[in-house]
Nanobody, 117 residues
Framework: QVQLVESGGGLVQAGGSLTLSCEVSRNIFSFDPMGWYRQGPGKQRELVAIITSSSMTNSADSVKGRFTISRDTTKNTVSLQMNSLKPEDTAVYYC???????????WGQGTQVTVSG
């Protein structure tokens, strides 16, 4: 069973930065794409950013220029660098991975990000 474990969430002031990390329990070569989603209070879960196996990326308009997604195949991780955080970025952030061989979808348990200010 594949497990995705997020870390790095917390409380930060507006304008600050956080880096989220998602560690996968096996090698990530077959996952395509991998991504980060978030669900704010009273909102639906939404896509934040995705990255393909060839490291092509895409992100939501609301985070373009502020958030950067990356993957490290040596550490089996996918990360989300978040800069210039805003109160509206407050949400539970979830790591996601799609196995490109069978389209099975995996989710992490989520990590809370709270932006004050």
């Amino acid at each position: 069973q594949v497990q995705l474990v997020e870390s790095g969430g917390g409380l930060v002031q507006a304008g600050g930065s956080l880096t989220l990390s998602c560690e996968v329990s096996r090698n990530i070569f077959s996952f395509d794409p991998m991504g980060w989603y978030r669900q704010g209070p009273g909102k639906q879960r939404e896509l934040v950013a995705i990255i393909t196996s060839s490291s092509m990326t895409n992100s939501a308009d609301s985070v373009k220029g502020r958030f950067t997604i990356s993957r490290d195949t040596t550490k089996n991780t996918v990360s989300l660098q978040m800069n210039s955080l805003k109160p509206e970025d407050t949400a539970v952030y979830y790591c996601n991975a799609v196995d490109g061989r069978n389209q099975r979808v995996y989710w992490g348990q989520g990590t809370q990000v709270t932006v004050s200010g």
